[in-house]
């Protein structure tokens, strides 16, 4: 029973134009939402986050949406570059706010 | 500052024996997390540990698996009568404070079984 879905294993992109990595739970009271990147061979790196009192939280080059009537998340990257490249999992905190519950992830290939 | 240092990096055991990974958290987190990462598969949450207490370890199979963060040292993850299902990326975190906002991962110790 998967509670977040990534359902593109994959994404490809050109340097400098948007990569757009997308994530769908499925229970209406999940409230934190966060996003990992993965590097191969070494463990995810904390990337940005939102509560579910917002619908978009900015940092930089990285912009994360939340849709909570669609139960749907979305992370921005503009513009991209090849070090982007990685592994990108959406999580949700869970349980007694000290579990995350991650998606399957997508590959993010940017390429020149 | 280090960060989370999780050893051994690669590990490699026969079916039946036992594995042995260690996890020092961050300087200052008293609150360790271990994962499982499954081939093609997201990270899996497994046991959740404060200094001497289980928290949440509704994530551990029910037999083989045990994890404990002692007064002093590292945080175990011990897994007995290794079999061929349990080869995975086993990483952990630590927090300052018990909650999901502030984990560091390590780098993750790859089990393999032979």
């Known amino acids: 029973d998967q509670q977040v879905k990534q359902n593109s294993p994959s994404l490809s992109v050109q340097e400098g134009r948007i990569s757009i990595l997308n994530c769908d739970y499925t229970?209406?009271?999940?409230?934190?939402f966060l996003w990992y990147k993965k590097y191969p061979a070494e463990g995810p790196t904390f990337l940005i986050s939102i509560s579910s009192i917002k619908d978009k939280n900015e940092d930089g080059r990285f912009t994360v949406f939340l849709n909570k009537s669609a139960k749907h998340l979305s992370l921005h990257i503009v513009p991209s570059q090849p070090g982007d490249s990685a592994v990108y999992f959406c999580?949700?905190?869970?349980?007694?706010?000290?579990?995350?519950?991650f998606g399957t992830g997508t590959r993010l290939q940017v390429t020149l | 500052n280090a960060g989370v240092m999780q050893n051994p990096r690669h590990l490699v055991r026969r079916r039946g024996q036992e594995a042995r990974l260690r996890c020092s958290p961050m300087k200052g987190h008293s609150h360790v997390y271990w994962y499982r990462q499954l081939p093609e598969e997201g990270l899996k949450f497994m046991v959740y540990l404060q200094k001497e207490n289980i928290i949440d370890e509704s994530g551990m199979p029910k037999e083989r698996f045990s994890a404990e963060f002692p007064k002093e040292g590292p945080s175990i993850l011990r897994i007995q009568q290794v079999v061929r299902g349990d080869s995975a990326a086993y990483f952990c975190?630590?927090?300052?404070?018990?909650?999901?906002?502030?984990?560091?991962f390590g780098s993750g110790t790859r089990l393999t079984v032979v």
């Open positions: 999580a949700v905190l869970t349980g007694t706010a000290s579990k995350l519950t």
């Open positions: 229970n209406s009271m999940f409230d934190y």
């Open positions: 975190a630590s927090s300052p404070q018990g909650a999901g906002y502030g984990y560091t």
